[in-house]
């Protein structure tokens, strides 16, 4: 026999009897989970998932318990009684996070989508459906992601003091790097390799630069050391870097630990591949 729990809601100006089966509270659980993980591969640090995922399930009379990794979320879920009292079966499940991708745009329309639960509380199929348009939403495509990071890092070369040669280099260079970068990751191969690779093949071209190989075209340079420093700036881990901090402050010590360590070593795979490349160039004033 199911467990069936009663509850009482309230809903605008009138009352409405729920019904929470073990089967709607496993609906739930797993709806909670999958944006749950969705948020963690899309940048969102623990807190925020915590926040979102909290806020979607309570609108349901479900109360949740979440253990936040960095690679994975496990949910336990069961009805709620109270402010403090949970009845009835608990229902337990566990997912690992998907490759990462970030979209600080997806995470606010997630961010909406729990407040529209929590305030208009709407059904579990409805919530379902418009969780399934934010994952298929649009995404920037591959040559408008190529033409944002070459002009981030031409701009980069330009604050930092290069001319507009060592900038043209910066934006090559960079391009081609996440070419590669793109290309390894779509055959599957380790994540982990394709910082070195990309950090070695950008800095082949702004090695290039730096021994003087483009100066029969268009002369010498301000300082081409600037776009060799400035041009594998896309590869830096910022968003983990920062949520390792967010966490670490939050009191989530092992997803903080996990972050910076996983930016640790995304850095060292960064300097692994420009090393490469510089020494194969000799270039020891840099």
Sequence with gaps: MQNIIYLRTTRFDDMETKVLDDKKIYEIANL??????????????CGRVYRNVSRITEAWGVRVNMHITFTGLLITAQCKKGEAQECGKAVTLFKKTKIYDINF????????????????????SKARNLFKRICSGRKYST???LLGIGCACACLCIVAGG?????IIGFIASIAGMVIRLEIIKRN??????????AFFTTLITSLHVIGTFEPIWGLSTAPD????????YLVPGVPLTNSLIDLIEGYIPSAIARASFSAFILLCIAIGMSISILLFGINQF
Aim: a negative charge.
């Design 32 to 45: 909670a989970l999958d944006i749950g993980t969705f948020l963690l591969a899309s940048g969102a640090h």
């Design 105 to 124: 745009n997806a995470i606010n329309e997630i961010s909406q989508l729990s407040w529209l639960i929590a305030e208009e509380k709407i059904s579990v």
């Design 143 to 145: 040559p408008t992601l």
């Design 163 to 167: 001319d507009w040669k060592d900038a």
């Design 189 to 198: 191969y380790n994540m982990m390799f394709s910082f070195i690779a990309a």
């Design 226 to 233: 600037r776009a060799l420093a400035t041009a594998v700036l």
